[in-house]
């Protein structure tokens, strides 16, 4: 069954139309193990393992879990539950057992897909694994669900603590794409992309495996980033572009010059996004390579690109660039209200930060999410607007720079964690009175988790002690860097603990 006449086709045509229009062409390729599919291979796939979940019972919106790393398991596992009319519910592989019951209960998924067969899930969910023979026939899967039809429920910590499902329909994450496929220098058919990111972040989900897609291009997927590796990787795939993170260029630049311009030889554009980069490393490898790193921002909400400066064509250090065409921007107070900033184009300073010309940044476009689930709260209010909690100003050009998050939010190599989540699960131990956890900044990962603790009185207990407990009961992102402790910790005169004392 295909999409109704007259209705888009969803984003599993992205892989429908690539195998129609180029069958023999390289979809995907693991750098680790050099194993590829070409488009007709991957569709191929794809509706095989349709065909296994609807056998597993897997109907029109249930949600499938996929527990997979970045590689062609979860290519073919994300396209193929499409295909059977799922809502995909992408997790980390290594999230711990008790956070992954707490997600498989909050999204109702009742399948998981995942390589390994033997793992222990919660009682009432069913694995499918990955693989199998692409060409086991039978009738085609295809449920066709489009337009305001979720696709993907993708889960990240908000400002009123875990689990938070963002619901991203079919129209929200094609709307993205066509927003940036509409940019200067944006991926072609000929294009070998590096996705070192995980698919199972939207930003490589999005701007990488499905961009891809969408335009016949080559997805070069690396598990796990390891600088000169993947240096290696760059060279010896002839990858033209890279979609990454500040922690990957940071290392990068450390490289020296011929080093690098070795291995991005072939790279024609490299775009930056979630969390800021350092204007030195921006420059160091500009001045290696000759090429420029493009910064974006974006949020899951917005599925998820929402500004950047390939707008202009230009990288302007210390802004995140422009929007995107089809999406709105403005600055508002916190109840709302239009936040006016002047813009005066004959003024030589070119970025201004005085007090009061700040806001909050708020988005409209058909890129926007449908709220959190189950019950779409939260989402745009009715003239289409999301105010994201993202503190931010316009210099005199219309670029934006952020300048800070108005609430505790504290952000990983691109993934949320949210303060309360890490101190209740601290809070567990018997000897601890009290936990605060803030974020710190981290060259590496842009911030890290830092824990302050109050030990209870005549307790014994070790830094060590608290990180192994963090690390069996939360993603690794999630686990603090540093553990401090104190007698106390601040407070307001409610009691309330404040957090920004701390930082």
Request: some cysteine; aromatic content about 6%.
């Amino acid at each position: 069954m295909s999409a109704p006449e007259g209705t888009q086709p969803g984003v599993g045509g992205l892989l429908t139309r690539a195998a129609a229009t180029w069958p023999e062409h390289p979809a995907v390729l693991e750098t680790g193990t050099g194993r590829g599919l070409t488009y007709r291979e991957a569709d191929a796939a794809a509706q095989a393992l349709a065909r296994r979940l609807v056998a597993a019972g897997v109907g029109p919106g249930d949600r499938v879990a996929l527990r997979l790393p970045t590689s062609v398991d979860f290519v073919v596992a994300f396209f193929g539950a499409l295909r059977a009319g799922a809502v995909v519910v992408p997790l980390s592989p290594q999230v711990p057992g008790p956070e992954l019951e707490k997600l498989l209960a909050h999204s109702g998924a009742k399948v998981v897909v995942q390589r390994d067969a033997e793992d222990d899930l919660p009682d009432g969910v069913s694995v499918v694994t990955s693989g199998g023979d692409p060409d086991g026939g039978g009738e085609p899967a295809d449920a066709g669900r489009s337009g305001e039809d979720i696709a993907v429920i993708s889960y990240t910590s908000g400002t009123t603590g875990p689990p938070r499902g963002v619901m991203l329909s079919h129209r929200a994450l094609l709307a993205n794409l066509e927003q940036i496929s509409a940019l200067e220098g944006a991926l072609e058919q000929d294009d070998r992309v590096l996705i070192t990111i995980p698919l199972f972040h939207v930003y490589g989900l999005g701007p990488g495996l499905l961009q891809a897609t969408a335009v016949g291009a080559t997805a070069v997927l690396s598990e796990r980033f390891e600088a000169q590796r993947t240096l290696d990787d760059c060279a010896e795939h002839r990858v033209t572009s890279i979609t990454g993170v500040p922690t990957m260029y940071g290392e990068f630049a450390a490289f020296g010059a011929d080093e690098l311009r070795r291995g991005l030889a072939t790279v024609r554009r490299m775009t930056s996004g979630a969390a800021p980069l350092h204007p030195k490393v921006l420059t160091a490898i500009r001045e290696a390579t000759g090429l420029d790193v493009y910064e974006g921002y974006g949020l899951t909400e917005c599925a998820p690109v929402v500004t950047s400066t390939l707008v202009t064509g230009y990288p302007k250090p210390g802004s995140v660039g422009r929007p995107l065409p089809g999406i709105e921007l403005r600055l508002v107070d916190s109840d709302g209200t239009d936040q006016a900033v002047p813009l005066d184009p004959d003024d030589v300073d070119d970025v201004f930060e005085a007090e009061g010309e700040t806001g909050l940044v708020s988005i409209r476009g058909a890129n926007l999410f449908s709220g959190y689930w189950p019950d779409g709260d939260h989402g745009p209010d009715d003239e289409g607007w999301f105010r994201t909690g993202d503190v931010g100003y316009l210099d005199t050009d219309g670029d934006l720079h952020l300048v800070d998050r108005a609430n505790d939010l504290i952000i990983v190599n691109g993934f949320n964690v949210f303060p309360r989540e890490v101190e209740e699960v601290i809070g567990q131990l018997a000897e601890v009175a009290e936990a605060a956890v803030v974020g710190v900044v981290d060259e590496r990962s842009g911030e890290a988790v830092k824990a302050v603790v109050v030990p209870a009185a005549g307790a014994s207990l070790s830094e060590q002690q608290v990180v192994d407990h963090c690390a069996a009961h939360l993603a690794g992102y999630k686990v603090p860097h540093l553990v401090e402790f104190a007698e106390s910790l601040p407070h307001s005169a409610t009691g309330k603990l404040r957090r920004v004392r701390l930082r």
